[in-house]
C-alpha cells in the first residue's frame, strides 16, 4: 500500500484548528484551576468532610 493523502494541505482550516485547540487547552486549565480552588474552599474555609469522602483510601471505610 502506498502512502497517500487522505486531504490537501489547508492553510485556513489548519489555523482553525491550531486557535481551537488553544482555546480548549486554556477551557481545561481554567477547569481544573476552578476545581482545585472548590477543593480548598470546602478544606479550608468550609471545613466540611466533602475532601475526604472523595479520597479512595480513607480510614474507616467500608
Known amino acids: 500500500m502506498g502512502k497517500g493523502k487522505l486531504v ?3 492553510r485556513e482550516l489548519a489555523d ?3 486557535r481551537l485547540h488553544f482555546v480548549l487547552n ?3 486549565a481554567a477547569l481544573v484551576v476552578v476545581h482545585v ?3 480548598l474552599k470546602h ?3 468550609d471545613r ?3 475532601f475526604g469522602r472523595m479520597l479512595p483510601f480513607r ?3 467500608r
Request: charged share 30%.
Open 8 to 10: 490537501q494541505r489547508d
Open 16 to 18: 482553525l484548528l491550531q
Open 26 to 28: 486554556l477551557c481545561l
Open 37 to 39: 480552588a472548590a477543593v
Open 43 to 45: 478544606r479550608l474555609l
Open 48 to 50: 466540611d468532610e466533602v
Open 59 to 61: 480510614a474507616g471505610k
